[in-house]
């Protein structure tokens, strides 16, 4: 504008409109100066306000963005998977529910063999009680109701095989419906048995009273496999805790005897050698007899009860006292790799994946299982709480059976083992009396195993 108004000037001869033009144009230039700072500012303030400035975000939002996200992952596989369980299924889901039996043979039979042993568990002293079938655990390794199952093999010091099943992928366990662990398979019968009480129930059964074959004591524990609303299977064992007397023409003989035909050889006067029959004295030699462990009815009764206890009651504590913070999840999870050799069963990121998964769902979980059970706010004062009830009901024995332990306490022995290396099993020790009975389980059970590595999985 003040460029026109010069120029105009030029051509103007009228004196006094030229000098009124020419006194206008130095304003008209500040004012454009003025306009351009102005535009200048303004363009300066728009760049620091543009979202390209803003500032980062802090590291602990990032962190539990990142947290949100694998969660989210997690349940987005894990919905997939169980569809694609479902619809596998789906169309001989009415005959399996009918006939259990039916989908045991057909699980036995899609199992891959041999199976991915991973660890061979052997004992330099001969079994308590001779028990002569092969068996195969599937398991995780700090899994409670998997460490109840290894605490009662290694105490009846029975060899068996071990399979790491991935926590995460399941990729051991595909070949069964049922989808959790342990899961033991009496190789010499191709027999499947699930559930960690009906597992012990049926070889304790078989211990006490043994059979000709293993099938003949299995008949006694059924299995219900149903089908809920959405469509899931579940199963139920009515006489998981129930230790059966199977019928008298199932039995092993107890006794076998053989009678041989020899001379005697004691000395005998000349009367009596010539008075005695000719016939040769028979001799009876026997062979070892089948060892059967009788209880009373009170016993087993007993036993009973506090076997229900450690699976309805004690078990429930553990879950949120190992996992009650992220830290602790996590700790727990990093000693869980290193307890079942991890790093030698399961590549990097399989191991990576289980561990940083599986510390985020299991924080979850324990929140969802303390307001389930109603544990204390501090979850540690219902972990006591159950371990002061378990030391009450020993009292001044040293086991709950008494001068030897029965089944509960092996039960309650393997799940203390699945958190030993865990920040919560240590005040446990501390702050209850629970120590002494532990320790006497701990030399009892773990002395005599060997545990030798078979392969890798990778």
């Known amino acids: 504008m003040a460029l026109l108004c010069l ?18 144009a130095p304003r008209l230039l500040s004012s454009n100066r003025c306009n351009n700072d102005l535009i200048q500012a303004q363009k300066q303030q728009l760049k620091v306000e543009s979202p390209s400035a803003t500032p980062k975000q802090s590291p602990r939002l990032r962190r539990y963005h990142y947290y949100l996200f694998s969660i989210a992952t997690g349940a987005l596989i894990g919905t997939i998977y169980a569809l694609r369980q479902v619809r596998k299924h ?28 991973t660890k061979h568990v052997t004992f330099d002293a001969p079994p308590r009680i001779n028990f002569p079938f092969n068996l195969t655990l599937y398991q995780y390794v700090t899994c409670p109701f998997c460490c109840k199952v290894r605490a009662y093999l290694n105490y009846n010091r029975i060899p068996y ?62 299995t219900i496999l149903e089908k809920d ?7 139920t064992y009515p006489n998981k805790y129930a230790i059966v ?24 006067s000349f009367f009596g ?73 399961f590549p990097w990121y399989q191991r990576w994946f289980i561990v940083y998964m599986g510390a985020i769902v299991m924080r979850v979980v324990a929140v969802r299982l303390k307001k389930k059970y109603n544990l204390h706010d501090d979850v540690r004062l219902s972990l006591y709480e159950c371990a002061n009830e378990w030391v009450n009901a020993i009292g001044e024995k040293d086991f709950l059976g008494g001068s030897e332990p029965n089944v509960a306490d092996l039960n309650a022995y393997g799940i203390l083992t699945a958190i030993q290396g865990c920040e919560a099993f240590e005040d446990l020790m501390k702050n209850t009396k629970i120590q002494p009975w532990f320790e006497r389980m701990r030399n009892l059970v773990e002395p005599h195993r060997i545990d030798t590595p078979a392969r890798a999985t990778f």
């Open 7 to 24: 120029s105009t000037s030029r051509h103007i001869s009228f004196t006094i409109v030229r000098r009124q033009i020419l006194s206008c």
């Open 90 to 117: 789906e169309g001989s889901l009415p005959e399996y529910v009918a006939n259990p039996e039916l989908f045991e043979r057909k699980a036995m039979e899609s199992r891959p063999l041999p199976p991915p042993v």
């Open 161 to 222: 095989d071990i399979v790491e099943v991935n926590s995460v992928m399941h990729t051991e366990t595909k070949w069964s419906l049922y989808d959790r662990v342990p899961i033991v398979v009496v190789e010499n019968e191709h027999i499947q048995l699930n559930d960690s009480s009906q597992i012990i129930s049926v070889i304790e059964s078989y211990l006490r009273q043994p059979t000709k074959t293993f099938k003949q004591i299995i008949k006694y524990y059924k």
């Open 229 to 235: 609303q959405k469509g899931r299977l579940f199963f």
């Open 245 to 268: 007397e199977p019928s008298m023409k199932d039995r092993l003989e107890s006794t076998k005897s053989e009678v041989k035909l020899s001379n005697s050889n004691e000395s005998r």
């Open 273 to 345: 050698w010539l008075f005695s029959r000719s016939t040769p004295t028979p001799t009876v030699e026997s062979k070892p007899e089948v060892i059967v462990s009788k209880k009373s009815n009170e016993e087993n009764e007993f036993e009973r009860q506090w076997r229900e206890w450690v699976d309805n009651n004690f078990i429930h504590a553990l879950s949120p006292n190992i996992y009650c913070t992220l830290r602790q999840s996590l700790d727990t999870f990093r000693w869980f790799s290193k307890a079942g050799d991890w790093e030698e069963i």
